[in-house]
């Protein structure tokens, strides 16, 4: 069994779809669908429930699957400390990140890369401001969404499911919306940067894109606030699910709609030249993928997403 094998076999979990795992990994479909075949040749057992209209776990592929993200976690984690041994890694880092994200999940993980690697100096500017590489003292920006200037170099983290979400006290006192028809009764709690009012939510209904015009009470240029107001029921937030990762796992912040996903987003790491991708941000990469990975499993096994 191949390890790159296992690796197709996750993306197609997570993608519900060869096809489309087949275009996160650069391959050919018919590539794909042959590393499947193997690893279930291997087992005895199918992973994988096909149909014309839909592609899903079969119950020996649930039972499968954490096993298999675990085993390649600990090769990936094992690499990671070979590569630390082998490189020096020492400099400075001058790191952009988003509010929300920089301060309750990256703020940790550098900690812990820093103890890893004690020859590194970070400077951590937090900001959902777009960053400038001319004009801001910044080397890599970690961003929501995929870099739309050409000049510069980016890798994908990960997708990034979005949901929308409320505080038991909020559902319990105002109740949870079943349908998009009834979402813009609610309060929605409010993105706004460079004096633009996020006020239009995404989502997908029956394979279609739909909008949905959302009154507020509140309004922040700073995600953090928005999450804070979330969580002490202020009203409804449309945010990352990395976001909100820890208030969901922790129950302070239930979904809702949950049949009706918003639009999704994807997280990068962007630098400004194919010059400043040093084997400390390769490291950096490595050490954002895996941590994302983490979380997003944590919360498909509860349910959260899907």
């Known amino acids: 069994m191949l390890l790159e094998d296992l690796q197709v076999i996750l993306k197609v979990a997570e993608f519900r779809s060869i096809t489309a795992a087949a275009e996160s990994l650069d391959m050919r479909m018919a590539t794909a669908s042959a590393a499947i075949k193997r690893v279930e040749k291997s087992l005895g057992a199918e992973l994988f429930i096909r149909t014309t209209r839909q592609l899903r776990l079969s119950p020996a592929g649930e039972r499968y699957l954490p096993h298999c993200q675990q085993a390649l976690q600990t090769l990936e984690q094992a690499k990671q400390h070979l590569k630390a041994d082998l ?150 937030a449309a945010k990352s699910c990395l976001d909100m990762s820890d208030d969901l796992l922790n129950s302070r912040v239930k979904t809702v709609l949950p049949d009706y996903p918003p639009k999704s987003t994807e997280l990068w790491l962007i630098c400004p030249s194919r010059q400043s991708i040093t084997p400390a941000v390769r490291l950096l990469r490595d050490m954002l993928q895996q941590q994302c990975l983490e979380i997003l499993s944590k919360l498909k096994q509860q349910k959260v997403i899907a």
């Open 87 to 236: 490189d020096t890694i020492e400099g400075e880092l001058r790191i952009a990140a988003p509010s929300d994200l920089g301060r309750n999940l990256i703020l940790p993980w550098l900690d812990n890369f820093m103890e890893h690697h004690q020859g590194l100096s970070i400077k951590l500017h937090v900001s959902d401001s777009n960053i400038d590489f001319f004009r801001d003292p910044v080397d890599i920006a970690i961003r929501y969404g995929k870099p739309n200037d050409a000049n510069l170099y980016g890798f994908k983290i990960c997708d990034v499911p979005r949901v929308i979400c409320a505080s038991p006290e909020y559902i319990q006192k105002h109740g949870s919306p079943t349908n998009l028809d009834q979402l813009s009764q609610h309060n929605g709690l409010l993105y706004q940067l460079h004096d633009i009012l996020h006020d239009v939510w995404e989502f997908t209904q029956h394979e279609k894109p739909v909008k949905v015009r959302m009154q507020s009470n509140r309004a922040s240029n700073d995600a953090e606030l928005v999450r804070r107001w979330c969580v002490a029921g202020k009203g409804l």
